[in-house]
């Protein structure tokens, strides 16, 4: 099992372009989510999917989208992106979506860089 | 008050000696708690998960959780210097769906 992927790996955008990241997992895991780690802040939730078909905000949404295309994928879109979300994104998965353990597991992340 | 504190460290101790890592939460509701490790440049890895009051021991590593008191810790015995990384702690509120970080306290294990 690969557990979770994530492309890309690296990546560098202008400010205003769009790039959407891509995660999947091979768990069979209910729910998937997207944080964003940045230096003195710790792991933020930005999205997550509880279940197929469903997708909430986390901390910080503002200026991303997400769409869970299946029980397997979940991707995150900057349709403009600003300086401000250079940072370090990581997908997790975890098999149940609440009421219980949560244990969530990481893709290896990607390091994106706004100029 | 943050949810979930950590001190950033680093916390350097020398080979073969127990390091202990100590976090602090804020929600009393607080169900789960996570202890993750995470080399630098790499993503958080799960080392420890632990739901009940009292000691859960895997290995060289022991969770404690005092839910009273809101503390949960990280013993890491016979420290080798693979053990340097970030260690981060994790707080799972179940009505709220959500697992809360730590910014992380850093290990240092010296030779």
């Known amino acids: 099992n690969a557990g979770v992927t994530q492309t890309p790996k690296f990546q560098v955008l202008k400010t205003g372009q769009s790039m959407t990241l891509q995660c999947a997992q091979d768990?069979?895991?209910?729910?998937m989510y997207w944080y964003r780690q940045d230096p003195g802040m710790g792991l933020r939730l930005i999205y997550y999917?509880?279940?197929?078909?469903?997708?909430d905000k986390g901390e910080v949404p503002n200026g991303y989208n997400v769409s869970r295309l299946n029980k397997r994928e979940f991707s995150l879109r900057l349709e403009s992106a600003a300086p401000s979300q250079t940072s370090v994104y990581f997908c997790a998965s975890s098999e149940r979506p609440s009421g219980g353990p949560n244990e969530q597991f990481f893709g290896p992340g990607t390091r994106l860089t706004v100029l | 008050q943050k949810e979930v504190e950590q001190n950033s460290g680093p916390l350097s101790v020398p080979e073969g000696a127990i390091a202990s890592l100590n976090c602090t939460y804020s929600?009393?509701?607080?169900?789960?708690f996570f202890w993750y490790r995470q080399y630098s440049g790499k993503s958080p890895e799960l080392i420890m998960s632990?739901?009940?009051?009292g000691d859960k021991e895997d290995g060289r590593f022991t969770a404690q959780l005092n839910k009273a008191s809101q503390y949960v810790s990280l013993l890491i015995r016979d420290s080798q210097p693979s053990d340097s990384a970030t260690y981060l702690c994790a707080v799972f509120q179940g009505g709220g769906n959500k697992l809360t970080f730590g910014t992380g306290t850093q290990l240092k294990v010296e030779l």
């Open positions: 768990m069979n895991h209910n729910s």
């Open positions: 999917s509880a279940s197929e078909g469903t997708t």
């Open positions: 929600d009393r509701v607080s169900q789960s």
């Open positions: 632990i739901y009940s009051n």
